[in-house]
């Protein structure tokens, strides 16, 4: 942790704890929840609680410590509170500190779900007072909670992002015709032109098709290192769909797997792709594949109002579902506004277009790392 961290437990988790002991003993505990931190032993347990809990995303899996830490370097304080030997609840945070964007400590950074999944009210409670003491002692601009459902009504969110997700029928016919007409057409060009669907084993075709596509968006690219990471951490969960045309990549996604669940989270495809049809038949494919593993959810992820990410998604029939991004000010007396909707972006952006991809693929992830 070094010796300019908090350490836990402290002072500030003894607090919590007496100040919900009468509370926990309503609940048959003799003793509230104790919040401590996730050790490398702690693991397995924390990621069995993490599929028993109805709250918690593939976001809350023990993995994301390790990935945010070798892939970017940032400090993570992954807390769990702890009752009678079990675990109740689990908060992963993680600190970003940098000198363009601010300093932070969030559940959890370059994930579109976090923040806090516990299954006693007292456990949620204890986290969330211990996040709240862990960010005035480090001292922080925010604390930051990307959950799903609204918890704290009296902090300043954020109302621009949404996300998409929908059930998805065990025969593949039935989620053929569910998609919207003139979708579904775009589907069946795709499909005409010739296009194939492989599951791939490492990242190489993903990465070239996705750093293209975001690099002629003006968006910094993460590290290769960050998806072989990804993919390793997490081989049960983590899956890349390639298509091809002729031998060709010209889409990719990488997607999660996760509690009957498939999550497209990365995507991308060259100059050929739009033309091709081939993002509209790649995440047909995924989904025709997802279907035929009983997956029960097709989750589209996350995307801003007012952008095509946005408009594509509900082309396919989905209805968007606010996200609940809540922000404790510290240091900060405004929300962070980092997006690139945000008009000082803008050059910056066309600035990136220009910049040749090699170039942009060693500068972008020392950028993208302190966005979170």
Request: proline share 6%; glycine share 6%.
């Amino acid at each position: 942790m070094g010796s300019d961290g908090p350490h836990f437990p402290g002072p500030e988790m003894n607090a919590i704890n007496q100040s919900h002991m009468q509370e926990a003993a309503h609940c048959g505990s003799d003793t509230a929840p104790t919040v401590r931190l996730m050790q490398a032993d702690d693991a397995h347990r924390w990621d069995e609680f993490v599929l028993g809990c109805e709250q918690a995303s593939f976001f809350h899996c023990a993995g994301w410590k390790e990935v945010i830490e070798r892939a970017f370097g940032h400090r993570t304080y992954f807390l769990y509170a702890e009752s009678e030997g079990r675990i109740r609840g689990v908060l992963p945070l993680a600190q970003i500190k940098s000198r363009l964007f601010g300093h932070s400590l969030s559940s959890l950074p370059f994930c579109v779900y976090g923040g806090i999944a516990a299954d006693l009210p007292e456990a949620a409670d204890a986290l969330d007072r211990a996040a709240q003491s862990l960010a005035a002692e480090l001292n922080v601009d925010y604390l930051e909670y990307r959950h799903l459902q609204q918890q704290h009504p009296e902090w300043p969110t954020k109302d621009l992002y949404v996300t998409f997700r929908k059930d998805i029928d065990p025969d593949e016919e039935v989620n053929l015709q569910a998609i919207p007409r003139k979708q579904r057409a775009m589907v069946r060009k795709g499909i005409k032109a010739g296009l194939l669907s492989e599951i791939d084993h490492n990242t190489d075709r993903f990465f070239a098709a996705y750093s293209a596509s975001v690099h002629r968006l003006g968006t910094p690219v993460f590290s290769k290192k960050y998806f072989k990471l990804l993919t390793e951490v997490f081989p049960q969960h983590c899956e890349i769909l390639t298509i091809t045309k002729d031998n060709r990549t010209v889409s990719s996604v990488l997607s999660f797997y996760f509690k009957g669940e498939v999550l497209p989270y990365y995507g991308g495809g060259n100059a050929s792709a739009r033309e091709l049809a081939a993002n509209d038949f790649m995440y047909w494919e995924l989904m025709r594949r997802a279907c035929a593993k009983g997956i029960r959810v097709f989750d589209f992820g996350r995307s801003k109002h007012g952008t095509g990410s946005f408009d594509f998604k509900k082309n396919w029939g989905f209805l968007p579902q606010p996200l609940h991004y809540e922000y404790q000010l510290h240091r900060a007396q405004a929300i962070p506004d980092t997006n690139p909707l945000n008009p000082k972006y803008q050059l910056m952006i066309k600035a990136w277009q220009r910049m040749p991809l090699s170039v942009a693929n060693i500068v972008g992830p020392f950028i993208v790392k302190n966005l979170g």
